[in-house]
């Protein structure tokens, strides 16, 4: 089992429309992660740290379930939309993958 941990810093001012566009986002991406076999989709946001952060982070069987979530992903229709309007607001970004060894 491995969690995926997607890590966006917003734009200065922009954390709250990041953070709605991936609330839109979740239900696809929630779909899409199960659909592979995954589960335990959820978003964060910063309390303290590096300002306007958004986590969303979710559990996958491995990294090749992984692949397949990303790609029925992006073939979902109305994920391309929400990513044209998510790519403006990111300042920068990051994906971790973490092995899951107790618990």
């Given at each position: 089992m491995i969690v995926v941990r997607d890590v966006f810093r917003a734009k200065y001012g922009s954390g709250g429309d990041?953070?709605?566009?991936?609330?839109?986002?979740?239900?696809?991406?929630?779909?899409a992660i199960t659909e592979v076999g995954g589960g335990d989709v959820r978003m964060m946001e910063d309390l303290s740290g590096?300002?306007?952060?958004?986590?969303?982070?979710?559990?996958?069987?491995?990294?090749?379930?992984?692949?397949?979530?990303?790609?029925?992903?992006?073939?979902?229709p109305e994920f391309g939309g929400l990513f044209e309007r998510m790519v403006p607001l990111v300042e920068t970004g990051k994906?971790?993958?973490?092995?899951?060894v107790a618990g």
């Open positions: 990041l953070e709605n566009v991936f609330k839109e986002m979740l239900p696809s991406l929630e779909r590096e300002f306007f952060t958004i986590v969303v982070e979710y559990t996958l069987p491995s990294l090749s379930a992984w692949e397949g979530a990303r790609e029925k992903m992006f073939a979902l994906r971790e993958f973490w092995n899951v």
